[in-house]
């Protein structure tokens, strides 16, 4: 039986870049449709209907949002490759780590690198405590999810391609060998993972767009 895998996706997005990554990861066919987010299509509107948001997978027609609950029903549906671990307690703290991620890192790595003066004193300090906590689950392998590229691995992709660009925009530094350089390697290992760097944004576009960014709330008022 054929089937049919659509991926509604925005180009410089880590969340739909997570999704690419897995179905790569799986070996699975899909066509992908880029979205203008200013300009949000009737079809997206129609298969996310509650947040209206990218990334949307369709899937023999039904459609899945949320990149994180994406990547397990990708799991759950497709068994090669898998992204968690077999044994319960280790699915249990692979879910735990995506989440830690997720709800505490991602949010204070992003405000402490588009925040400004004592604001970005406070947020840094979060933030590096929050990825000091997450490096201890990396100890001793050479991703979270072992030898091979698993969930947190593919929830934490950010920190190795987009922050690396952000850093180098607004001159911060969060991650480098000397401050977390379980995490460092970690970062080089991934983005120079074939399969990864086939699933990533171009590096000079993202930049652009990054400095562009920069810019714009230089000159706000």
């Known amino acids: ?21 897995a179905l790569r990861l799986k070996g699975i066919e899909y066509e ?8 949000k299509s009737p079809l997206l509107l129609k298969y996310n209907p ?10 023999n027609g039904k459609p899945i949002a ?12 497709w068994k090669q490759n898998p992204l968690l671990p077999q044994d319960p307690h280790e699915r249990a703290m692979a879910r735990f780590w995506a989440k830690f991620f997720e709800e505490k890192c991602m949010m204070q790595v992003w405000m402490t690198c588009w925040s400004k003066g004592n604001e970005q004193e406070k947020h840094m300090q979060e933030a590096m405590e929050s990825l000091k906590t997450l490096e201890t689950a990396l100890q001793g392998k050479k991703f979270f999810g072992g030898e091979a590229i698993g969930l947190v691995d593919i929830a934490c992709m950010f920190l190795a391609y987009w922050l690396e660009l952000i850093q180098q925009v607004v001159g911060i530094v969060l991650i480098d060998e000397e401050k977390l350089p379980m995490l460092h390697q970690w970062a080089q290992e991934l983005v120079n993972t074939s399969v990864v760097k086939e699933s990533l944004p171009p590096r000079d576009k993202l930049l652009a767009f990054f400095k562009a960014r920069k810019e714009a709330s230089t000159y706000a008022v």
């Open 66 to 77: 949320e990149s994180m609950v994406i990547l397990e029903y990708i799991d759950e549906t």
């Open 50 to 59: 509650v947040h209206k948001k990218i990334p949307v997978l369709v899937h």
């Open 1 to 21: 039986m054929s089937e049919e895998v659509k991926l509604f996706g925005a180009w410089g997005s880590p969340f739909s870049r997570r999704v690419e990554l």
């Open 32 to 39: 992908y449709i880029e979205e203008d987010l200013s300009n």
